[in-house]
């Protein structure tokens, strides 16, 4: 029963600075992005991209964050070829602190969803990857950017996976 109680009190003296720092989190990124797909075609050109993520950092190394995902309709396309890029997802987040700037990594899943007018709409899970360097611009407020990768794939007649990738400037409050 000793050791027990011994190994609670070690156990929660060790818990309470990961617990005393933990915090919430949310934050923006927009930028641009893309989809890899052939010249001319359908879902080429650059888009517009915005990411609204909120989570919860356990340490100050390791949180849990959940994001929506949006790519815009590509500029210059005739009518009847527009699509977009959407998604919800969750990553695990690995952050390196150094000093005022802070380096991160985000390895999670997106529920992609492909929209293209001349095809039916297709919801995939996918992986996502992503890294970020970032400024405390002061305590509380981090901005940087950021650069992220995940697939999409597009539903019949098309049937196509296309590789996206985006870059944006990010805004990350902490409560």
Known sequence: MRKLVFTSILAACLALPGIACA??????AVGAGGADVPAGSYAAGVRGMLRLYAGYEFTPHV???AMSFDLGV????????KSTIGAFGVAAVGTLPVERWRFTGRVGVMF????ADIADTKKTTQQMLA?????????KLTLGVEVGFSRVEFGPPLN???????????ATYRF
């Open 131 to 139: 890294l970020g360097a970032g400024y405390d611009v002061i305590p």
């Open 63 to 65: 949180a849990a964050e």
């Open 112 to 115: 992609m969803e492909g929209r």
């Open 74 to 81: 590509p500029k210059d396309k005739a009518a009847g070829s």
């Open 160 to 170: 196509e996976k296309a590789n996206v990738n985006w870059t944006g400037l990010a």
């Open 23 to 28: 915090q919430w989190y949310a934050g923006l």
